[in-house]
């Protein structure tokens, strides 16, 4: 479980297929050696398994399953990743509870500046749109965002110039693609209207 702050921007040291699955390096800035073998990492949003570590680099395996599903087969050495540590009770929760599982990639439309901030617009995800809301919360690449607008086409959020900074949001550009997570409370109402309308 996640909050959707990023505490670090890690560099991709390795990405090497293996049979099937992918072994990624990621090196990190933060301290290591509180982080244990099997430790949750969120990278950009996706929830992964520390499998091995050396001095500052973190090493995951990553299944076909979530290459399927989410950006990291298009990772490649020398690109940043957002990166957020579990959270332990009694962490605050500055952004939303955020689980790590992608619900689907989504692209960036458009990046416009405004005031200071920049305002992303992204494609509407096929059969998702509905569980975004404006004023709700969603997490992309891992971040924590209140939705602004939304069409049936797009929707769009407003980084601060902090965020901006401390993400890996301002190598984003038209085209890009980003990992996205359907807040978790839309995701579970949507499942018990589901079960409701099949009693």
Same mark, same amino acid.
């Given at each position: 479980?996640?909050?959707? &702050? ?15 699955? &992918?072994? @990624? ?13 099997? *430790? ?13 570590? +050396?001095?500052?680099?973190? #090493? ?7 290459? !399927? ?6 990772? %490649? ?9 579990? &959270? ?21 439309? !458009?990046?416009? !500046? ?15 749109? #509905? &569980?975004? *809301? *404006? ?18 086409? $797009? ?14 949001? %301002?190598?984003?550009?038209?085209? !890009?693609? @980003? $990992?996205? +997570? ?5 995701? #579970?109402?949507?499942?018990?209207? %589901? ?5």
């Amino acid at each position: 479980m996640f909050t959707g &702050l990023v505490q670090d921007i890690g560099t991709i040291t390795s990405c090497e297929r293996g049979d099937g699955d &992918l072994s @990624v390096g990621i090196q990190i800035n933060l301290d290591t050696s509180t982080i244990d073998l099997g *430790a949750s990492i969120s990278c950009s949003g996706c929830c992964l398994t520390v499998v091995k570590k +050396e001095d500052n680099i973190l #090493y995951f395996e990553v299944s076909n399953e979530t290459l !399927s599903c989410t950006t990291i087969g298009e990772w %490649k050495e020398g690109m940043l990743v957002n990166i957020e540590r579990s &959270l332990k009770v009694g962490d605050e929760l500055g952004g939303h509870f955020v689980s790590g599982h992608i619900d689907a990639v989504t692209t960036v439309i !458009s990046i416009e !500046s405004d005031d200071g901030s920049h305002r992303i617009t992204f494609k509407q995800p096929q059969n998702l749109e #509905y &569980l975004i *809301a *404006a004023k709700g919360s969603i997490a992309l690449d891992g971040v924590s965002l209140t939705v602004n607008n939304v069409t049936s086409q $797009n929707f769009s959020v407003n980084i601060i110039p902090h965020t901006w900074e401390h993400t890996t949001f %301002k190598t984003l550009k038209a085209g !890009s693609k @980003v $990992n996205l +997570e359907i807040d978790m409370l839309a995701r #579970y109402m949507d499942r018990a209207l %589901k079960c409701k309308e099949m009693l």
